[in-house]
Nanobody, 124 residues
């Protein structure tokens, strides 16, 4: 069955870095775009980034542009999210998901399978 498993979350101070991983199984990763979303307590789910299946075009939310980098290793069936210069407002549960239904990388309804999430906390 299709599975996505996130890892790499944790607690860091402002300005610190984390690298999240999204390990995929049960499908051929190279044929799918993968997105990262986040959700903070009391807030709506927010699209963070996405990488396409073919040439690996990347998309970012304005709030993370220049600080986060998404990448993929199809041989390892893994998508990464490198997060630098972290801010307290980046605190959230981060999810990866498989884009299946449409072209809108920032619309959670266009994704079918989701991971369980990994907590990122940025605090001094």
């Amino acid at each position: 069955q299709v599975q996505l498993v996130e890892s790499g979350g944790g607690s860091v101070q402002p300005g610190g870095s984390l690298r999240l991983s999204c390990a995929a199984s049960g499908f051929t990763l190279k044929y799918y775009a993968i997105g990262w979303f986040r959700q903070a307590p009391g807030k709506e789910r927010e699209a963070v980034s996405c990488i396409t299946a073919d040439v690996g075009v990347t998309y970012y939310a304005d709030s993370v542009k220049g600080r986060f980098t998404i990448s993929r290793d199809n041989a390892e069936n893994t998508v990464y999210l490198q997060m630098n210069s972290l801010k307290p407002e980046d605190t959230a549960v981060y999810y990866c998901a498989r884009l299946t239904y449409g072209p809108n990388w920032d619309d959670w309804r266009d994704y079918d399978h989701w991971g369980q999430g990994t907590q990122v906390t940025v605090s001094s």
